[in-house]
Structure formats: structure tokens, C-alpha cells
């Protein structure tokens, strides 16, 4: 998958109670998920946020609660790609899941800066910073969790197995 | 290569003789659990792919807990899509409200006897690492993993590395499991686990109660850990032995850690070392031991969860609070965790107790934890919590601040006014 969009930059541990306040957690309506996301974190994300941006944030990105709600959230907003150094075990799960695309990368998340435009290559793993004129190579999916994307997510995979 | 707790677990669970870090493998399940908020997407995702009838209906633990009693329209409609669901399949584990077994998904599975020594269990709800006190392979997961394994019974894992956290001595007054994984949390932060399995072992084990075993496992996610797991002992069985079904005697011999167990690495806690601890927002890994920092008013304190909700702390709770009373402005809400903590403690004189210093007893619910009901903080309002996350605008506004503490603490605060120990009271 290729994107290309503007840096909206965050920084360590952004957690999911920000990314999505249980608050609204009563419905998983994702448009009005999305209308919600980054609100305790960042509460012009909604007016600023246009579709294909990229976040990049620090590490940890989207500890906390399982909530499937949080990647569905800022997918729904727009997002196309979050990379970070590293991120959180269940919002990785329910990232591939739910088919938020994400990058480990330390030094791009860390030299990125807010506001740049990126472009990404998810299958090389590469990002160009095209306003820094610098490019960065981040960490292949293992081959597995590839082939769970290449079934269109954890729901084609399974429908596969149970054949 | 030796092989953890957790590495063992998996292998048996994925029909290996043996895995390593770093392997993916496709596990069996023996337990799967949602909640209230995980469960309505699961359910959505498991009808949209038409998978038909749920791989065993004996397996799934549904509870509606987050959100329940019902707070709002929108979520009487989630639980009620629950509801249906199990009634649909058939759930032999589904909780109603109110009723016999029912509370907080992490307080009532260990008591209703559904975790063993050496099951795999998920659950679409991140504090589910909770029953690796019970020497169990326990992790959180979404939705969509719910769905799929709802339907096929197994799931994926990448084969964790370990951090071997070895406790000694015995801890001491007012100190508990909870100023035990503050403690760990504050030395190796949110993140210091990550991916990893933390695996407790060391003769400081036998000195701790189930209870504090369980809020341990249960906080083992706030440093990032995949799971935490206790190893089986006396205290252990006897426990098992009460709950589960037709009794429980010994744990399988194959889930003992190998003699060379490779560890990433280890820590060494002495309990007799660990002192009361909060930790100030928004981070659970900004930990202050209590007496170390000035005073602190705060608004309402909060003594329950699947952290903090078992008989052992509301009997903790009503030892500080006897005789006392909640301070002038103070709003103390205790949460029994379970129909049937809440019927023991009610037995017992705890909620007489508790009414009698001017806290409110509300029903067994997840809510005022993570912002949801029963206890939602307005802007600049700080909060003594005995739950497990303290991060922005978790419990309210985002300008409110939650301190993480232990139940004496807790209890303490809503006497004192602002944040101390029982000591200060004596």
C-alpha cells in the first residue's frame, strides 16, 4: 500500500483513553467514533486532520485498554498510517485486525517532524520525508502477520482456516 | 532451549513439544471472555462473516460489567445485543446483572471456578492478564480476535521473551499486591515489559494472598507485558479447590518453568522494602511512596475493580474506615466487585461499615474506572483510585487527575481529606 499525506505528531505512550475516551464507547458507530478521536489529547485533531495523513508519535503508541474502537477510530477519521518506535501488543493485534496500517520505525518517528508530507511504501517498509528530502526504512511485518493482511484481515484468515 | 511458564503454556496449547521467543503459533483456547463494550463489535464482526454457531458454547464467559447497570439508551442497546447473542447460542457463561455469580469480569471468573492452572485464555478486555495468578496463560485481545475465535476456538501468538521478577521476604503493614506491581511499574515504566511475559517466582510468592496475586497479574499490562503468571502453590490450589467445579487437588506437572528457562532478564524485589505507593497522574508508572510528598486534597476516592473489588479489600477498607468518617466534601464510592463479594461483605458488616462513615455502596460495576458511571470526575477534580489507570481524562474530565493506590490508602484519603496513609489517622 502506498500513502502520501501530512505529519500530525504526538509523543510517547499515547494512550487509548485519549485516542478514543470510554466515555463514548458506547456505540462502535465508526463515523461517530471518529468524530471523537485525540479530543482529551488534541482537541483540534478533528478540524485539522485530512484524509491520508500520517500520525507518527513515540513509543508505546496506544497503550492501554483493548479497546478495538481506538484504531477503528483513528482509521475512521482519516488516518492512513501511524508509525511509531513501537507500539502497544493489543492495539497492534487490532490494528492488523482492523486494517489500520502501522510502522515501526524509531529513527523516522523520531526525526519526522509535525507537519511535513510523507510518502510510504508499506510492502518495502520505506517512508520519504519529501520535506526534509530524507528517507527511512522501518521494520518488516513478520511473514505471518503479512499473510493475515494479504487475507484481508483476521476475518478472511479465519474464514480460510475453518474451510 | 528451557522453556518458561508461558512458553510451556503455548507449546502444549499449539501441540508443539516446545517454541521459542519470537515463534508464531496458533493456539487452542479454553477460555474466551467479552465484556459489555468488546463484545457488541465481536458480535457485529461474528454475523457479518456468517460463522454460524460458536466453536463451544461451554467456553465463552460473556459479561456485561463496563456499562452495567445499563448508564444510557446506547448502552442498555449493547448490552442487550449481548443478551440476545447468548441467548442465541446458547452461552452457558452468560452473566446477568444482579444475579448469582455476576460482577466484574475479573473478579468473578477465578471466583466461579473458570480458570485452571494451565489454560490459554483470552479476552477482549486488556486487564484479562489478571488470571496468571492462578498460574494460567491469560491476554487481552480485541474484537476481531473475540469474533474469529469464537468461531475456530484458537488463536495467533508470537511466543513472548520473559522477565523474571523474583520476590523475597514478606511485606509489610499496609503494603498489598497492589503497592507491589506500583512499585515494579515505577521501576521498569509503562512500556518496561513490553511484548513480554513477566513470570513472579521466588519464596516472597507464598507470603502473598490469592488476592494480591491477582491485582499483581491484573496490573501486569500497565508496563506492557503480554501476561503475568504466578507459579502454583499451596495457597493456589487451596483457592482452586474451593471454587472450581468438583474440586481441584494439583496442577499439571508440564507447567513448571525448566531449570534453564531462558529469562531476558531479572528483577529482584525484596516485599519488606515495598511501602505504601501511589502513583500521580497520568502515568501508572509515576509512582511516589505514600509520606514523601506534601498534602494533596482530593475530591472523591474510589475503592473497588477487577484491581482492587475482592472481600480481602473490602475488609481492608472497612478496618481504616470503622468508626470513622469520610471527611467533609469528600465523596467515597466503594464497588464490591462481585454479587458475591458484595453478600460477604454484607454479611460480615463491611457495608454497615462503610454507610456508617458516609460512602456510597454501589452494585458491582466496572464504571467509575474508566469514566463510564457511578463516579465521573468534573474538571480539576482529583480522585484516590484502587483501579489500574490513571491517564488523561480516564475517569471524566480531562482536566481531572486520578492517583492509583492501594485500598488502605484509599481508605485513608477518605478520611483524611487529602492523600496519606492509616497511620496518619492513629
Redesign the interface.
Known amino acids: 500500500m502506498h500513502f502520501k499525506g501530512k505529519v500530525i505528531k504526538y509523543g510517547a505512550n499515547v494512550d487509548t483513553d485519549v485516542i478514543i475516551p470510554a466515555r463514548y464507547l458506547n456505540t462502535s458507530d465508526v463515523s461517530e467514533l471518529a468524530s471523537h478521536c485525540m479530543e482529551d489529547l488534541d482537541p483540534d485533531f478533528k478540524e485539522k486532520v485530512r484524509p491520508g495523513d500520517i500520525i507518527v508519535a513515540g513509543s508505546n503508541f496506544g497503550c492501554g485498554s483493548s479497546r478495538e474502537h481506538a484504531p477503528v477510530a483513528i482509521k475512521g477519521s482519516g488516518i492512513s498510517c501511524v508509525i511509531a518506535p513501537s507500539f502497544a501488543r493489543i492495539f497492534y493485534r487490532n490494528s492488523i485486525n482492523t486494517g489500520l496500517a502501522i510502522l515501526e520505525c524509531a529513527e523516522a518517528a523520531e526525526e519526522i517532524k509535525d507537519g511535513d508530507f510523507i510518502e510510504i511504501d508499506t510492502e518495502e517498509g520505506k517512508i520519504s520525508d519529501i520535506t526534509s528530502g530524507k528517507t527511512y526504512k522501518a521494520s518488516a511485518f513478520p511473514e505471518f502477520i503479512s499473510e493475515i493482511i494479504g487475507a484481508d484481515g483476521l476475518v478472511g484468515y479465519t474464514k480460510a482456516k475453518l474451510k | 532451549m528451557g522453556m518458561t511458564m508461558t512458553q510451556k503454556i503455548l507449546a502444549k496449547h499449539a501441540g508443539k513439544k516446545e517454541c521459542a521467543p519470537g515463534d508464531?503459533i496458533e493456539a487452542s483456547l479454553d477460555v474466551l471472555l467479552g465484556n459489555d463494550?468488546?463484545t457488541?463489535?465481536a458480535i457485529?464482526?461474528f454475523e457479518r462473516?456468517a460463522?454460524g454457531e460458536v466453536f463451544d458454547k461451554e467456553k465463552i464467559v460473556l459479561v456485561p460489567d463496563?456499562?452495567a447497570p445499563n448508564?444510557?439508551i446506547?448502552?442498555a442497546q449493547?448490552c442487550q445485543k449481548m443478551r440476545e447473542f447468548a441467548k442465541k447460542q446458547k452461552i452457558t457463561h452468560y452473566y446477568e446483572q444482579g444475579q448469582e455469580g455476576m460482577g466484574v469480569e475479573h473478579v468473578i471468573l477465578p471466583e466461579n471456578g473458570l480458570v485452571k492452572p494451565g489454560d490459554c485464555i483470552i479476552?477482549?478486555?486488556?486487564h484479562?492478564c489478571t488470571y496468571g495468578a492462578l498460574g494460567a496463560f491469560s491476554t487481552?485481545?480485541?474484537?476481531?480476535?473475540l469474533?474469529?475465535a469464537m468461531?475456530?476456538g484458537s488463536t495467533?501468538f508470537?511466543v513472548p521473551d520473559a522477565i523474571s521478577v523474583v520476590l523475597h521476604g514478606e511485606a509489610g503493614p499496609y503494603v498489598t499486591g497492589k503497592d507491589v506491581i506500583l512499585y515494579l511499574i515505577g521501576k521498569i515504566g509503562?512500556?518496561g515489559a513490553?511484548?513480554r511475559s513477566l513470570e513472579f517466582s521466588g519464596e516472597g510468592v507464598a507470603k502473598l494472598s490469592m488476592a494480591d496475586r491477582l491485582t499483581i497479574c491484573n496490573m501486569a499490562?500497565e508496563c506492557?507485558a503480554?501476561n503475568g503468571i504466578f507459579p502454583v502453590d499451596a495457597i493456589t490450589i487451596e483457592y482452586l479447590n474451593e471454587r472450581v467445579p468438583g474440586g481441584y487437588q494439583a496442577a499439571p506437572e508440564w507447567i513448571l518453568p525448566d531449570e534453564d528457562a531462558v529469562y531476558e532478564k531479572t528483577i529482584e524485589i525484596d516485599l519488606s522494602s515495598v511501602r505504601p505507593m501511589v502513583a500521580f497522574p497520568h502515568?501508572p508508572s509515576n509512582t511516589h511512596e505514600v509520606g514523601t510528598f506534601g498534602k494533596i486534597q482530593v475530591d472523591q476516592v474510589v475503592i473497588g475493580s477487577c484491581t482492587n473489588g475482592r472481600i480481602e479489600d473490602m475488609r481492608r477498607a472497612a478496618a481504616v474506615l470503622k468508626g470513622r468518617k469520610v471527611a467533609e466534601g469528600m465523596r467515597a464510592i466503594v464497588l464490591p466487585g462481585s454479587q458475591r463479594v458484595y453478600k460477604q461483605a454484607l454479611k460480615e458488616g463491611l457495608l454497615e461499615v462503610f454507610v456508617d462513615a458516609g460512602c456510597v455502596v454501589s452494585a458491582p460495576t466496572c464504571g467509575p474506572c474508566?469514566?463510564?458511571h457511578m463516579g465521573?470526575l468534573a474538571k480539576g477534580e482529583k480522585c484516590v483510585s484502587t483501579t489500574n489507570?490513571n491517564?488523561?481524562?480516564?475517569m471524566g474530565h480531562?482536566e481531572s487527575e486520578v492517583y492509583l493506590a492501594g485500598v488502605e490508602v484509599a481508605a485513608a484519603t477518605a478520611v483524611l481529606g487529602y492523600i496519606g496513609s492509616p497511620e496518619e489517622l492513629n
Open positions: 508464531l463494550i468488546t457488541p463489535p457485529d464482526i462473516s460463522f463496563h456499562f448508564k444510557d446506547k448502552s449493547q479476552g477482549a478486555d486488556s484479562t487481552g485481545v480485541g474484537s476481531t480476535d469474533a474469529c468461531a475456530s495467533w508470537r509503562v512500556d513490553l511484548y499490562i506492557g503480554k502515568l474508566l469514566g463510564g465521573v489507570r491517564f488523561v481524562g480516564r480531562k
